[in-house]
Structure formats: C-alpha cells, structure tokens
C-alpha cells in the first residue's frame, strides 16, 4: 500500500506542474475535425524553434488525460523520437556521448533501482531530452497485483522527479506489458503510456547491424524507437543510426517536443498500433 508520505509527495510531483488536467479528458492536440490546435500542430512541424518546457509538458499532459497508450506521434513532420530503456548503466556516458555529438535528442525510461548507478546521469539524460518512468524493478506488471503494480509505477516518479528536479509526465511498462488495469494507473498519475512504433530488437539479442537496420527501416516522421541503453550492441549501432537520421534530413527530438509539434489524432490514439503501422513486441521482448 502507497503511504501517505508517498502520496503527498507525488501530489507535489504530479499536480505542481501547470497545466494539469485533473485527469478529465480532453481532445488531444491532433484531433481530428480541424481544430485550431490541430493546425497549430501541422504548422510546428515547419519549425525548427523548439516549444517552451511548459508548452512540452502540456502536451503531454492533453494526451495522458485520455488514458490510452501513445504507440507514434502525428507523423506529419520530419522529426522521430529515439527512446532507450533500463538505464541508467556501464554505456549510459558512451551513449549521452554519441547523442550529443550528433546534437540528437532523446528519451530515456529509467528504472528507479538503478538511478544512483551513474552519478550526475538522470539530470544528464533529462538536458538531452527528457526522461521517463520504467517502474521500480522492471517487473512484468500484468503479473503483479494491482496494489504492487501502482506501487513500482508511483515509486519511481517521485524518486526520478526528485534526481531530475522536474515533473515525470511519460511511463512505459517493462516488456510492453500493459492492460486497462496499468493504463489507468498511468492516467491517475498524469503519466503518459508510452510503447512504441519500431522495436530495435536490441533486448531480443540482434546485433549491432541488425538493430541498425531494423531503426533505420523505422525512420518515419513521427515514430518511436524502442532501444536500451544498457546494451553495447546498441551504443554500437548508433554509429550508423545517428548519420542516417542527419543523411534523411529527420531530426531526433524529446517525446515531449515531437508530441507538442505533431501530436496525433484521437483516431490514432483509439486506433493503437494499427494507426501507426507499429511493430510492437509487447512481452515478448521489448521495453
């Protein structure tokens, strides 16, 4: 059971930032119908100036509230989102390294036993882009009761919004494992579900030109790349990833900037993977 210390922190966490939405639904910003928000997020994409953090976390936020899981953004843009798991680990400062070199930006889902492996990693991550919440012990969640499963999911946002001095609004479950149960805990929290467009395969055991080529094939406005940070195959693999992204003229961007620029629409939302053309290995391997 959370306790009320708990709680009282991750009220601070969750409701502090503006822009919350109390978890009532509301459209998101690429609904269809065109709306003024939905051409404001067609035009984004034009724009290389990136929203304010505000502005980020708000749309984030717009989609958490309705409770379901983000498989690809609008896919309106020139603009993917590399998102790395289980970190922070051995290749973390390899892989901020690479990134930065290349001046990409990117998601990282941290898992909260290993926040203190890396010293100075979570706020390191976080100025690249943006940082997640991937559960406590990276357990399956499906598997655990539900009070056991809250507790992994809350235990981790406030522990990382504390390392990382600001609101976690993005979560993906270990392996992908997720059910309306866990979807709502994310809502309940203010944290986006995240899965994903394209899985690099990397947890199944490819190798570097395999997980290179399986990103690369994947490299479409607006989709999500699921690779680890933990693994040296990966680190390895970015060395041709980070060049085709520049040689495609794409550019990789934070989930919360992608989501602010070209959000997807109701519809996609409704539709899962089907309305992104994923490749999702949800239990099987992933996340």
Known sequence: MLTAGVLAVLAVVVLGGAGHSGGRSEPAAG?????AASTAGREGTRSRT?????????????????????YCAGR?????????????????????RKLEKHRARATFFLVGRNLGLVRGAVRRERALGAVGDHTWTHPLLTQ???????????RTQVALAQDSGAPVVLFRPPYGG?????????????????????????????????IARNVISGLHGGSIILMHE?????????????????????????????????????????AGPAGCGARVSAVRGGG
């Open 230 to 270: 933990n693994r040296g195959q990966t680190i390895r693999a970015l060395l041709q990833i980070l060049p085709e992204i520049e040689r495609r003229h794409l550019r990789a961007v934070s989930l919360p900037e992608l989501l602010a620029k070209d959000p997807p629409s109701v519809a996609q939302l409704h």
């Open 144 to 154: 655990l009761a539900p009070v056991a499963a809250e507790s992994e999911i809350v």
């Open 31 to 35: 609904s269809t119908g065109g709306s």
């Open 178 to 210: 997720r059910s309306q149960a866990i979807d709502q805990v994310a809502r309940r929290h203010g944290m986006l579900e995240v899965l994903w467009t394209v899985d690099s395969a990397d947890s199944l055991g490819a190798d570097y030109a395999g």
């Open 50 to 70: 990136a929203p304010s953090s505000a502005a980020q976390i708000a749309a984030v936020r717009r989609l958490a509230a309705l409770g379901l899981p983000l």
């Open 76 to 96: 309106r843009g020139d603009m993917v989102a590399l998102t790395f798991d289980d970190g922070p680990g051995p290749y973390t400062n390899l892989a901020i």
